[in-house]
């Protein structure tokens, strides 16, 4: 692949729900200080970052409504009460952030919901990034909501593209970038065939480029479905899955005109790049 995906990586995140469970702490010797908001709770180091932690506080709250806006989700009732906020936790910097949680260098931060073993939801992530609050956050917060909101079953049920389409779709200037970067590959022919996209997920990938490739593929087909059919139609496709639907399935249901399977889909989503 001839063509420059890096900035596309910069806020990749890390699966935990899908790899072994992670074992991470505050340093034994400094736990943590705590600030709330309504859906948030913050834990940060040091009491010289209370500032920054009521910044992260406003702007998840923020996204919050962004994303319930996004997949429908603000349709419904409000599912995160007081009493089971997201607990944001903030390393001090990176060293700290990849000394606790294990996770791998290109990791910025990451969203679980595993509640054996974090008893609640959880972002984790480091101070000092200057992507953090554009990029990082609003992404993790997207993938909570999906989470809480479609259920995190199987991958038929909601395919891992999927989810990072949504998840960038939050990250500020990015989706304009990415159209642009996808638009000469897919017309050349040169993206990831549908049939090996449907199913993959990129834990443990090594191709950097590769997994660029995935994860902008993924955001442009989100991209796609709401710029082309809107935002109804995108709600329906998000409550079928709800409802507990397959992916394909509730596909054909969402957009009973268009598609009628992933072919369809991949077929359309070509000829739209065609159009532009
Ligand atoms: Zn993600």
């Given amino acids: 692949m001839g063509f420059k995906f890096t900035v596309i990586l910069v806020s990749a995140c890390f699966f935990v729900l899908r790899s072994a469970p992670l074992v991470f702490a505050a340093d034994p010797g400094k736990p943590f200080l705590e600030a709330g908001s309504d859906h948030f709770r913050v834990r940060f180091s040091m009491e010289s970052e209370r500032g920054t932690a009521q910044t992260v506080l406003g702007r998840a709250e923020a996204f919050y409504i962004k994303v ?50 974090f008893k609640e939801h959880t972002i984790v992530s480091y101070d000092g990034q200057e992507n953090f609050l554009d990029e990082v956050l609003p992404h993790e917060i997207a993938h909570l909501m999906l989470w809480d909101y479609i259920g995190a079953g199987s991958t038929s049920r909601m395919p891992v593209w999927f989810e ?43 191709d950097a480029q590769k997994v660029s490739l995935f994860y902008a593929q993924s955001l442009s087909i989100v991209l796609f479905l709401i710029q082309k059919y809107g935002k109804d139609a995108f709600y329906r496709l998000c409550a079928e899955l709800r409802n507990g639907r397959s992916f394909e399935p509730a596909l054909a249901r969402a957009y009973p005109s268009a598609f009628g399977s992933l072919d369809a889909l991949e077929g359309r989503w070509v000829r739209y790049f065609e159009e532009q």
């Fill in 164 to 206: 990072e389409g949504v998840a960038q779709l939050q990250e500020r200037e990015k989706s304009q970038k990415v159209f642009e970067a996808m638009r000469p590959l897919v017309l050349r022919h040169g993206y990831i065939p549908f049939p090996s996209f449907e199913g993959m997920t990129i834990t443990g990938e090594n």
């Fill in 68 to 117: 319930a806006d996004d997949i429908g989700y603000s349709r419904y009732e409000d599912f995160w009460t007081w009493d089971h906020r997201v607990v944001i936790t903030m390393y001090p910097d990176q060293y700290a952030y990849a000394r606790f949680t294990g996770s791998p260098s290109w990791s910025k931060g990451f969203a679980s919901r595993d509640t054996r073993v």
